[in-house]
């Protein structure tokens, strides 16, 4: 006893001694927690052959580029066999590649070529619905078992009086602004189905469709895949009494989803117990095969408290990475630094015990972060998301500041526009974000030799692109380049975060670790020039600070040297900044030190031995 305590005594006192280093569960971090994630959309990123469609080769032609940006994983939007309704969302085959995409050699291939590159790779996974070309579906529908249960079918409420069948409830569609139930006339049933009539809802109270789900996870890992991303987990199981759900307001029309209580189709206690089941699968199969973590994300536009259920607890985790939609769905460009802080600091207080942050600023879901805030703001946003304390999700092109293309009524594809029809398809489509990756300034932006791309390429393509941004001396690359390298310094994996808001329009946060080098990341998110005086915010700093890297619109360059005090530096409108306590300029990359900490715990354990063989 006496020995245990004196053992824990001398490792805290080492611990408190040796740094201030912020360990998640007492370990270091892991790979995903130090790198990038950056979400490929194949359909846009790089057309091999020609047909205007991105594909799988593509990709592994510009693998390059993802170790030039310095990421550590690829997340692939879905893949997979799928008549492509819901662009890959409707999947018809789990375990087979979609035509146009490729084969699973090609993606056998592209897996090798990013591993070679020490790059992880990471697929969709879309379990709470398959395509109704799924043969799963069609069997279901002639009730073949195994297959009778696997979709979730109700008989109708009813009849009307012309003799059509009712639905079995109120339930609306995500997508189609009417019921997510529809009639199959062969099983004289209803489908349940939350997104499009194309997506039939998975019927996760059917063991033997549970069974078949858990062959799917362990087919890709089998495959060697680093982990999922799972899709629309929310939606996964609905309540069994399949009651009407409640309008919030009666004067507003019967079919807007926003106006109904989702209690019964969102955020179901078996779905918890679901996706628990699939960590469990990912954990054994790293622990058996001895390889590195299998990496589950997920993604739950839900309340903030759901969305930290999705991370958990210490003792039963699920996901190490509940998307945080916080910096896109609580923040506009009406924000201040001050909503923006506290929507930073919401997700740090509700988030479990010994869990991990990350930070998602668009995706293909949502208008592009360029476009939303202005493209003055990228460098900034950039900044924000790859400095805070946890893992950045970067969406293709957001490193280029990509813009929102606009998409032509006519060449509109997005289902979640085209149902708003002609007058109100903008305010939602999803095309707009999705346009083919800007390579450089030739033939469609490099992207395809197609006359026509599958949707149009954004026409700044001749200004904003990779190559003009990797060419020029200041450019939104060059600064998420800085940026990432950044991440890899012990400082921004475990340091410390303070966050100030000196002004409703100034947001300014620190990165702090003993013996290493301070970040200090200064944004204004306002119109006017914002003056900080550092020295007043409580932070001990040296009076010279080092600019590491600043937004392209700041009057400052790498390697300048500004003072902390009052009137040092002003920062213009949508201007960011970080500044360190070190002059790290010409060294981008700072030698860890981590053979400094190994020396340390050899340290510690010689310590602990000789008072073992003392009390001994
Ligand atoms: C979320 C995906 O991100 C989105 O693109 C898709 O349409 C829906 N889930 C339905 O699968």
């Given at each position: 006893?006496?020995?245990?305590?004196?053992?824990l005594?001398?490792?805290?006192?080492?611990?408190?001694?040796?740094?201030?280093?912020?360990?998640?569960?007492?370990?270091?971090?892991?790979?995903?927690?130090?790198?990038?994630?950056y979400?490929?959309?194949?359909?846009?990123?790089?057309?091999?052959?020609?047909?205007?469609?991105?594909?799988?080769?593509?990709?592994?032609?510009?693998?390059?580029y993802?170790?030039?940006?310095?990421?550590?994983?690829?997340?692939?939007?879905?893949?997979?066999?799928?008549?492509?309704?819901?662009?890959?969302?409707?999947?018809?085959n789990?375990?087979?590649?979609?035509e146009?995409?490729?084969?699973?050699?090609?993606?056998?291939?592209?897996?090798?070529?990013?591993?070679?590159?020490?790059?992880?790779?990471i697929?969709?996974?879309?379990?709470?619905?398959?395509?109704?070309e799924?043969?799963?579906?069609?069997?279901?529908?002639?009730?073949?078992?195994?297959?009778?249960?696997?979709?979730?079918?109700?008989?109708?409420k009813?009849?009307d009086?012309?003799?059509?069948?009712?639905?079995?409830?109120n339930w609306?569609?995500?997508?189609?602004?009417?019921?997510?139930?529809?009639?199959?006339?062969?099983?004289?049933?209803?489908?349940?189905?939350?997104?499009?009539?194309?997506?039939?809802?998975?019927?996760?109270?059917?063991?033997?469709?549970?069974?078949?789900?858990?062959?799917?996870?362990?087919f890709?890992l089998?495959?060697?895949?680093?982990?999922?991303?799972?899709?629309a987990?929310?939606?996964?199981?609905?309540?069994?009494n399949?009651l009407?759900?409640?309008?919030i307001?009666?004067?507003?029309?019967?079919?807007?989803?926003l106006?109904i209580?989702?209690?019964?189709t969102?955020?179901?206690?078996?779905?918890?117990?679901?996706?628990?089941?699939?960590?469990?699968?990912l954990d054994?199969?790293?622990?058996?095969?001895?390889?590195?973590?299998?990496?589950?994300?997920?993604?739950?536009?839900?309340?903030?408290?759901?969305t930290m259920?999705?991370?958990g607890?210490?003792?039963?985790?699920?996901?190490?990475?509940?998307?945080?939609?916080?910096?896109?769905s609580?923040?506009?460009?009406q924000?201040?630094a001050k909503?923006?802080?506290?929507?930073?600091?919401?997700?740090?207080?509700?988030?479990?015990?010994?869990?991990?942050?990350?930070?998602?600023?668009?995706?293909?879901?949502?208008f592009?972060?360029?476009?939303?805030?202005?493209?003055?703001?990228?460098?900034?946003?950039?900044?924000?998301?790859?400095?805070?304390?946890?893992t950045?999700?970067?969406?293709?092109?957001?490193?280029?500041?990509?813009?929102?293309?606009?998409?032509?009524?006519?060449?509109?594809?997005?289902?979640?526009?085209?149902?708003?029809?002609?007058?109100?398809y903008?305010?939602?489509?999803?095309?707009?974000?999705?346009?083919?990756?800007?390579?450089?300034?030739?033939?469609?932006?490099?992207?395809?030799?197609?006359?026509?791309?599958?949707?149009?390429?954004?026409?700044?393509?001749?200004?904003?692109?990779?190559k003009?941004?990797?060419?020029?001396?200041?450019?939104?690359?060059?600064?998420y380049?800085?940026?990432?390298e950044?991440r890899?310094?012990?400082?921004?994996?475990?340091?410390?975060?303070?966050?100030?808001?000196?002004?409703?329009?100034?947001?300014?946060?620190?990165?702090?670790?003993?013996?290493?080098?301070?970040f200090?990341?200064?944004?204004?998110?306002?119109?006017?020039?914002?003056?900080?005086?550092?020295?007043?915010?409580?932070?001990?700093?040296?009076?010279?600070?080092?600019?590491?890297?600043?937004?392209i619109?700041?009057?400052?360059?790498?390697?300048?040297?500004?003072?902390?005090?009052?009137?040092?530096?002003?920062?213009?409108p949508k201007?960011?900044?970080?500044?360190?306590?070190?002059?790290?300029?010409?060294?981008?990359?700072?030698?860890?030190?981590?053979?400094?900490?190994?020396?340390?715990?050899?340290?510690?354990?010689?310590?602990?031995?000789?008072?073992?063989?003392?009390?001994?």
């Open positions: 006893m006496a020995l245990t305590k004196t053992f005594l001398i490792k805290y006192i080492a611990v408190l001694f040796l740094s201030n280093v912020i360990l998640v569960n007492g370990n270091e971090l892991d790979w995903w927690q130090k790198t990038i994630i979400q490929v959309y194949p359909r846009s990123f790089k057309d091999s052959n020609g047909d205007g469609v991105g594909d799988l080769k593509g990709i592994e032609q510009k693998a390059d993802f170790a030039e940006l310095g990421v550590g994983a690829v997340w692939l939007n879905p893949i997979f066999k799928s008549p492509m309704k819901d662009f890959g969302y409707d999947i018809s789990y375990t087979d590649i979609y146009k995409f490729g084969t699973v050699d090609d993606l056998k291939s592209l897996k090798k070529k990013l591993n070679s590159l020490g790059i992880k790779l697929l969709d996974f879309v379990p709470n619905h398959t395509s109704d799924s043969e799963w579906f069609k069997k279901s529908v002639k009730r073949e078992d195994p297959f009778t249960d696997f979709y979730v079918w109700r008989d109708p009813g009849w009086s012309e003799g059509n069948p009712i639905p079995p409830n609306i569609s995500i997508f189609n602004i009417n019921s997510a139930w529809t009639f199959n006339k062969e099983r004289q049933q209803f489908y349940l189905h939350q997104f499009l009539d194309k997506q039939p809802d998975i019927n996760y109270r059917c063991p033997q469709l549970r069974k078949s789900m858990e062959d799917v996870i362990k890709w089998d495959a060697g895949i680093d982990g999922f991303r799972i899709d987990v929310p939606y996964l199981v609905e309540d069994e399949f009407d759900e409640e309008y307001d009666p004067e507003v029309p019967k079919n807007e989803y106006n209580n989702h209690t019964y969102m955020d179901q206690p078996l779905t918890f117990e679901i996706i628990r089941s699939w960590r469990k699968i054994s199969y790293s622990k058996d095969k001895n390889v590195d973590t299998r990496v589950m994300l997920t993604e739950a536009y839900t309340t903030l408290s759901k259920e999705y991370y607890t210490e003792q039963e985790p699920i996901s190490e990475m509940p998307f945080n939609f916080q910096l896109i609580k923040i506009s460009p924000s201040n909503d923006v802080a506290k929507s930073i600091q919401d997700w740090f207080d509700n988030m479990p015990a010994g869990k991990w942050a990350n930070w998602v600023i668009g995706n293909h879901d949502n592009r972060v360029a476009t939303r805030y202005g493209t003055e703001m990228v460098d900034a946003l950039n900044m924000l998301v790859t400095l805070l304390p946890g950045t999700i970067t969406y293709n092109g957001e490193e280029i500041g990509m813009e929102d293309v606009f998409v032509r009524w006519d060449q509109t594809k997005d289902p979640q526009g085209t149902v708003l029809g002609k007058d109100k903008l305010t939602m489509t999803r095309d707009a974000c999705r346009s083919p990756f800007q390579w450089d300034d030739t033939y469609n932006a490099g992207f395809s030799s197609a006359y026509e791309t599958w949707l149009p390429v954004n026409p700044n393509f001749w200004r904003i692109n990779a003009a941004q990797k060419e020029a001396e200041v450019s939104h690359y060059k600064i380049r800085q940026l990432v950044a890899k310094m012990r400082t921004i994996q475990y340091g410390d975060f303070h966050m100030h808001t000196p002004t409703n329009w100034t947001i300014i946060f620190t990165r702090s670790l003993q013996n290493e080098t301070t200090i990341v200064i944004i204004n998110m306002g119109t006017e020039a914002t003056e900080p005086d550092l020295t007043t915010l409580g932070i001990n700093l040296p009076s010279q600070l080092y600019v590491y890297t600043a937004s619109n700041c009057r400052y360059k790498l390697g300048d040297v500004l003072g902390s005090g009052a009137r040092s530096f002003y920062l213009r201007a960011g900044l970080v500044l360190t306590t070190n002059d790290l300029s010409g060294n981008k990359t700072q030698p860890s030190s981590s053979s400094s900490k190994l020396a340390s715990s050899i340290t510690l354990s010689i310590i602990s031995l000789i008072f073992f063989l003392i009390n001994k």
